[in-house]
Each structure stands twice: as C-alpha cells, then as structure tokens.
C-alpha cells in the first residue's frame, strides 16, 4: 500500500447546499413546468392538466403537495356549485420567475430543439399565459 496521495481543495469541492436543496425539489419531473404555469395568475387544477401533456392527475397532484409544502404554491378552494380549486404562487414561488425565464432562455440557445415544442415558452415573451407559458396558446 502507498501513501496517500495529496490534493487541493477543488479537488475536494461539493455543490452548494443551497443547489442541493433547490435541485432535490425543482429538479423533479414536472415540478419546473407546474411552477412555470402558475406564474402570473392562480390556474385550476383541470386547466393545469391540460397545460403540461403528459402529466396524469395523482402525479400533478403529487407535485402540488410538495409545492404547497415547501410553500411556494397555496392550494385555494372555490364553493361552489361547483366546487373548484385552483392554485397560485405564494410570493416565495413568484420569485422563481426571473430563474425560470433564464433558463428557457438559457435552453433556447444551447440545448436542440425536440419536436412539439411550443415557441416561447419561458422565453420572457408575455404572452396569452403571462409569463411565455403554456396557457391559452393552443399547445
């Protein structure tokens, strides 16, 4: 067996806790695309749906709990007839929003196009969903 061997501190570096914490709740699947949604305005559940294809309803469910536990989305309850509930951005969740816009821009110019994209989305265009989202484009 050798000594060991010495190194420097890059060697040795970790990522920043505070990337860790935001990756172990942002970086899930869906979770970025709900928040980007919910900018600008509270949507109902049924219209968050059909604003991200592919989600289905106990995983959209799913990610809105631990949004709402981490308390960047409040879970609002509309009486009815009928009774609908609909979902907004606290002001902690509101403040992901020059993030997010940065890194679509960020992915318009460095990562490839896959196809069904809908054209700027998160690119800082305001558009019908407020913040270049998905609602109210058709997509």
Known sequence: MGTPETH??????????????????LGKRWTGL?????????????????AIPG????????????????????????EGPPLR???????????LEPALKKLGQWAEEHLPEEGGA?????SGAEGAGGAGGTRGTGC
């Not at 949507?43 to 749906?49: C, K, N």
């Not at 509930?85 to 403040?95: I, N, Q, W």
């Not at 809908?118 to 998160?122: A, D, T, Y």
């Open 118 to 122: 809908c054209p700027g989305q998160l």
């Open 85 to 95: 509930v609909s979902y907004r951005l606290t002001e902690a969740g509101a403040a």
């Open 8 to 25: 420097g501190e890059e060697s040795c570096a970790q990522v920043d806790v505070g990337m860790t914490r935001v990756f172990a709740l």
């Open 34 to 50: 709900i928040v980007a949604v919910l900018i600008g305005q509270p949507v109902h559940f049924a219209d968050l749906r059909r």
């Open 55 to 78: 989600i289905s309803e106990r995983m959209l469910s799913d990610r809105l709990t631990e949004l709402a536990a981490a308390g960047l989305v409040v879970r609002e309850v509309v």
